[in-house]
């Protein structure tokens, strides 16, 4: 009866499927199969990016195989109770990487276009994960006043640094001043939009932004 109650209440937190291969799971495994954790495509010693306006980005995975399915899922399917799996991915990836080289942590967010049709803001819900995994808080610090079409919908740097350029505002320049600020999101492909986020943080004061994706875009 109490392990019934117990593994109900674990159900809450990790889901009893496995996150990317969707099969089912023991209720002791943090939502991920033993055969997912020895196959996810981690990206290993290529996990780290350089960018316009921030110095570095770190991803624990490529944008493919499994780990593509399971952020669309997470994306465009409502399965919001897979951030709890990504944050921890994330955690560890930041951990790793980038530890001592931050003071606050924020997310990429959505227009409130996007945020009315989604219901959720994906990126904000991976950076609290991520937070609280790493015994942290993520802080919201910018604005998505203008809605854009989705990256994914455009080919090219060009194009795409275009589509978001002037998209972004920082809420309360206070927050950000002489702040080194980690900014999460799910996917970087080009790095478009990570830059530009990093260049209104740092044109409002902010010393040097660092930013880590869920997954990486294969080269
Ligand atoms: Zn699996």
């Known amino acids: 009866m109490a392990f019934g109650l117990l593994s109900d209440i674990a159900g809450l937190f990790f889901p009893l499927k496995c996150t990317f291969c969707q099969k089912g799971i023991k209720n002791t495994e943090p939502g991920i199969c033993p055969d997912c954790v020895k196959t996810l495509p981690y990206t290993g010693d290529k996990s780290k990016q350089k960018g316009d306006f ?16 399971a952020v669309m899922r997470f994306k465009f399917n409502g399965k919001t109770n897979y951030a709890r799996v990504f944050g921890a991915l994330l955690a560890e990836c930041i951990r790793q990487n980038l530890a001592g080289r931050y003071d606050l942590i924020s997310w990429i967010p959505l227009s ?14 991976l950076a609290m994960a991520a937070a609280l995994a790493l015994d942290d808080v993520a802080v919201d610090l910018l604005d998505k006043p203008k809605d854009t079409p989705a990256q994914s919908t455009l080919k090219g740097r060009s194009q795409r640094k275009a589509n978001v350029s002037g998209a972004y505002t920082v809420k309360e320049i206070g927050m950000v001043k002489g702040k080194r600020i980690l900014l999460i999101d799910d996917i970087i492909t080009t790095g478009a939009t990570l830059s530009e986020c990093a260049r209104v943080l740092l044109n409002a004061g902010a010393s040097e932004i660092v930013c880590a994706a869920l997954c990486r875009a294969r080269d």
């Open 54 to 69: 921030y110095t570095l980005c770190v991803s624990p995975l490529y944008y493919s195989d499994k780990a593509r399915k």
């Open 112 to 125: 409130g276009k996007k945020l009315k049709k989604r219901g959720y803001a994906q990126s904000a819900l």
